[in-house]
């Protein structure tokens, strides 16, 4: 388990939570801003080299973010908007 989402530190950040899990998408332009700032997957992690040295490393972004799963569920419920309310093609997203 990481240590940013252990027991200990995950509950404070419920209401957070599940006030992200709660969001409706009823805007199609909110919903097609989302599903652009959200990236579809998880951003690669990096190494900084220098002369075949690792300076820094620099884990996947997604570790890092205590409500990853609930944003990705935000870009998955304007996904299902824009195709089911709203008849769009979201290929283009992917």
């Known amino acids: 388990m990481n240590s940013l989402t252990g027991s200990r ?16 998408i009823r805007n199609p332009q909110v919903a097609r801003s989302l599903c652009k700032l959200i990236p579809a997957r998880c951003p690669f992690e990096r190494e900084i080299k220098f002369l075949d040295h690792t300076i820094v490393r620099i884990p996947p972004l997604c570790k890092l973010n205590p409500f990853y799963e609930q944003i990705v569920y935000i870009r998955f419920k304007s996904l299902t908007y824009l195709a089911d309310q709203c008849g769009e093609d979201v290929t283009l997203y992917c």
Do not use: M, V
């Open 9 to 24: 530190f995950s509950a404070p950040l419920n209401p957070i939570r599940q006030w992200l899990e709660s969001l409706e």
